[in-house]
């Protein structure tokens, strides 16, 4: 990585410079050989232990540790990523990235991945600090081309923080020195529809000219889709809207570390992930003639549009859709397309997760009625419906329906 001016230091990815210290105190770590002997880098944490010490750049550490894990857990936890749009990166174009959020680590690992796997340069990473929650994590991190988003309730803090993020990324890619993935939205999507936050968009501008045809053009914006077979962690997804129901959700402490391990180890079948055409002038030159904040509502749906289009809708999404639309009155769409097996699967699998989430919710004391009383029944059928959507809903998306 070239070094950039050094008042982004707080937020950057290491440099090669600092790749060796970085590995050196990750080979300090107490818990080292118990990772290394999970994701089987080599046949445990010695070997681990020698390929951190052999990393002695960005690239080193980005081949040596994190493609193998990465491989490693697909190899386990996936039927294979599928990938198409790579060609985008062939003039050596320097793109903004800005794809669909479903899982928090893997997203954008399966997106290095590729790029690493065909000899592309590895995108910068925008990632939340409030993942960064130990020095170990951060070297991992930052070695990993991580930028470190800085999260605050301050309105002062958001705006300095937000600015220098936006004249980073506005850098990197101006200066043809680095493309950054970002997600479209703060947090994962956690009801299945993919959606980009204005406010992002707003973000990026900050540090422009002021001009927003140019200001946009020169982060010549890539979106991008991820989709996988299985969503991951869709039980946790569907306890938070169950709670979201009823009172302001508030995470517990660990729940982060408890999403990246779950969607991590769990099943997530067939990945696909499909970079679309970057957004042109001309898409660019049509939100000018919308008022100020419209501009940045015009510039997210045509975002949507194309990440919406790119999506790849599995059989359990249409298995959901054909579900909620007999439970609503309507013709199921896709009934006679889909295979009995893949039905009772999908089926099997939603009475697990909705097993699971009732259990925790029992526990919590949060398995009850938004207002008065409800059975059981009653809840479990509140539960499935919200788990309906999270796969539904892209169908919908897909087919135009709801959005925004």
């Known amino acids: 990585m070239q070094e950039t001016d050094s008042i982004f230091d707080s937020i950057r990815p290491y440099y090669d410079s600092e790749i060796p210290a970085s590995t050196a105190r990750m080979s300090s770590f107490e818990y080292l050989d118990a990772i290394g002997e999970f994701l089987k880098i080599g046949g445990g944490g010695n070997t681990l232990r020698q390929a951190l010490a052999d990393s002695n750049t960005v690239d080193d550490f980005q081949d040596k540790i994190m493609a193998v894990v990465v491989e490693h857990i697909l190899a386990n936890t996936s039927a294979g990523v599928e990938f198409t749009g790579l060609k985008r990166f062939e003039s050596g174009r320097k793109h903004l990235i800005l794809a669909n959020h479903r899982d928090i680590v893997l997203d954008s690992a399966i997106i290095q991945l590729i790029l690493h796997r065909h000899k592309v340069s590895t995108t910068e990473i925008a990632v939340g600090d409030n993942l960064i929650t130990s020095q170990f994590i951060e070297d991992v991190a930052r070695s990993n081309k991580m930028i470190k988003v800085t999260r605050s ?92 129901r009823r009172h302001s959700y508030v995470k517990k402490e660990g729940e982060d570390l408890n999403s990246i391990i779950t969607g991590i180890a769990s ?119 919200i788990f309906l959507h999270i796969y539904a809903n892209p169908v919908r998306a897909k087919a135009g329906a709801g959005i925004r």
């Not at 097996?341 to 029992?362: G, N, W, Y």
């Open 153 to 244: 309730s301050s309105p002062r803090e958001v705006y300095t923080t937000s600015l220098l993020l936006s004249k980073y990324i506005r850098y990197q890619i101006g200066s043809g020195l680095s493309s950054i993935w970002i997600a479209q939205r703060n947090g994962r999507t956690k009801d299945g529809y993919d959606v980009t936050e204005q406010g992002l968009l707003k973000m990026l501008q900050m540090s422009g000219s002021g001009d927003f045809y140019s200001d946009m053009c020169l982060l010549d914006i890539l979106p991008t889709a991820i989709s996988y077979e299985f969503e991951p962690c869709d039980a946790l997804k569907t306890k938070e809207l169950f709670i979201s």
């Open 267 to 385: 099943w997530k079948g067939r990945i696909k992930v499909c970079f679309t055409e970057p957004v042109t002038p001309q898409e660019v030159a049509s939100c000018t003639a919308f008022a100020k904040n419209e501009r940045f509502v015009e510039l997210g749906k045509i975002i949507d549009r194309q990440i919406h289009a790119a999506y790849c809708l599995w059989p359990n999404n249409y298995i959901a859709e054909d579900i909620l639309a007999k439970r609503e009155g309507r013709e199921p769409a896709a009934s006679k397309k889909l295979s009995k097996p893949a039905r009772e699967t999908f089926v099997l699998h939603m009475q697990d997760r909705i097993d699971q989430i009732v259990d925790s919710l029992k526990k919590e004391g949060e398995f009850r009625a938004a207002e008065g009383e409800a059975s059981e029944d009653a809840l479990r059928y509140e539960l499935e419906d």
